[in-house]
């Protein structure tokens, strides 16, 4: 894995001298070489949380909670439902918030967070809603007018809130 790792990174580190090379402009140094940041260990996920949770003004505890509960830190995590990445996002809300690639970090990070924003507003900041669609989706909470009676969705939005109390 460590190979392959290195050999990742050589091939972006050739393709931006190539594209230099061609007069074309190389990536500007915010963008995300995402094939790149899955394989190196301890790459430093906390600045996009606290970015992103301050840019769309959601608790940056509510944000490592989610995460936790949802992929445990993996990355590379994909539920039988299809939600994919750090995030768990389903694909179509992947596709609607602008993610190109659901397991690269910051991608997924930066839109599960702004997907928290949305339901935060959506659901006049109730948190527990908020999880609750987040979780079960919009429909379902709008549908039964509160968290949805699955004990699923009931069990997650526990979990979550205890960790952002710890």
């Keep these: 894995m460590a190979n392959f790792c290195k050999l990742i990174i050589v091939i972006i580190v050739l393709i931006i001298a190539v594209t230099k090379g061609r007069g074309e402009k190389s990536p500007k140094p915010s963008q995300s070489h995402c094939e790149a940041d899955i394989c190196i260990k301890g790459v430093n996920k906390n600045h996009w949380v606290t ?5 769309y003004e959601v608790d940056p505890r509510l944000v490592y909670a989610v995460i936790s509960v949802e992929s445990s830190w993996n990355p590379k995590a994909k539920s ?41 507003k959506r659901y006049s900041g109730d948190t527990r809603l908020t999880l609750a669609a987040y979780n079960a989706g ?18 997650y939005v526990k979990k979550v809130l205890a960790l952002t109390t710890e």
């Design 138 to 155: 919009m429909g379902n909470v709008d549908k039964y007018g509160g968290v949805p009676p699955f004990k699923e969705t009931r069990d």
């Design 80 to 120: 039988p439902a299809g939600a994919r990445g750090l995030m768990q996002l389903m694909p179509a809300t992947a596709r609607g918030l602008g993610v190109t690639d659901p397991y690269c970090p910051e991608q997924n990070i930066k839109a599960g967070i702004r997907y928290l924003s949305q339901l935060k």
């Design 51 to 55: 970015e992103y949770a301050k840019e």
